[in-house]
């Protein structure tokens, strides 16, 4: 079992920056980030798979975020930049311990955070 712990959430204005935080219990394959808007499903924001060092992003970030670690697999920081009001939401912290067939999906994870809030006023 894999706990998460998020930090770094907040509200800021329109174009100002944040960096999330994530650290796990334990060493991981691979840890993403999602987000869940007010009235919207939850959608994928960032991965990174640290075998390979692979990053994925959905593209409406892209530029945008950026998301990296530590080499021990245990912390992501996803680091906002140029936020935007359709950025508010809460952020959510995934891990998994294995090799997933698909890192933009929820399905892809076994462990989750509690999550984070993140406000953009514009």
């Known amino acids: 079992q894999v706990q998460l712990v998020e930090s770094g959430g907040g509200l800021v204005q329109a174009g100002d920056s944040l960096r999330l935080s994530c650290t796990a219990s334990?060493?991981?394959?691979?840890m993403g980030w999602f987000r869940r808007a007010p009235g919207k499903d939850r959608e994928f924001v960032a991965a990174?798979?640290?075998?390979?060092?692979?990053?994925y992003y959905t593209p409406s970030v892209e530029g945008r975020f950026t998301i990296s670690g530590d080499n021990a697999g245990t912390t992501v920081y996803l680091q906002m930049n140029t936020l935007n009001p359709e950025d508010t939401a809460v952020y959510y912290c995934?891990?998994?311990?294995?090799?997933?067939?698909?890192?933009?999906?929820?399905?892809?994870?076994?462990?989750w955070g509690q999550g984070t809030q993140v406000t953009v006023s514009s």
């Open positions: 334990g060493r991981t394959y691979a």
């Open positions: 995934a891990a998994v311990r294995r090799r997933s067939d698909n890192y933009r999906s929820a399905s892809g994870y076994d462990y």
């Open positions: 990174i798979a640290w075998g390979n060092g692979w990053t």
